[in-house]
């Protein structure tokens, strides 16, 4: 029964983000009704009194705006920058996240932006974003091993971390 201290993790979210609609086939006609769905979906899920590991690539839009879009999140925040999180971790401290990191070990599993096929001393998981899966669960031989967090393949919402592990079998 392993302690975390964050009950959800989240990744690419991609707010103000047009291009990603037809990138990834997200089922929203704007950007704006995307970013209201996952702020929804975001909040129907996460409690005033959760954390959220957010792993990645999360704004494309300016940083006020970030700040009054997290201040509408519930919950406390921790961000892993992703690919395209290039603003300083004292920016995204003041849109909003409490701790800010390129990656987070906890007990033996990995959280990362982009998948790690090749995992620090002592881990044997990987729980990452970046690749904006449909399925958590990646195909071949890393199945047993990484879940992708992505917004895309949690129906756009953050995955509560006790399903995370189920799917690792922890």
Known sequence: NMKFPFQFVTSDPH?????????????????QNHDAALMENYNA?????????????????????????????????????GTHDRW??????????????D??????????????????????YNVHGHTHARNAIPVGALASSHVCASVTAWRYAPAPIYAVLGLLGL
């Open 15 to 31: 707010y103000g983000h047009f291009n990603v609609l037809g990138y990834d086939n997200r089922p929203w006609s704007t950007i």
């Open 45 to 81: 899920v996460v409690g005033p009194s959760d954390t959220v590991l957010w792993m990645g690539d999360c704004f494309f839009i300016k940083k006020p705006d970030a700040e009054a879009l997290v201040a509408l999140l519930n919950g406390k925040k921790w961000l892993i920058k």
């Open 88 to 101: 300083t971790s004292t920016s995204y401290r003041k849109v909003g996240f409490e701790e800010v990191f």
């Open 103 to 124: 990656g987070y070990t906890h007990d033996q599993i990995r959280f990362s932006h982009h998948p790690e096929y090749t995992l620090p001393p002592g881990c044997r």
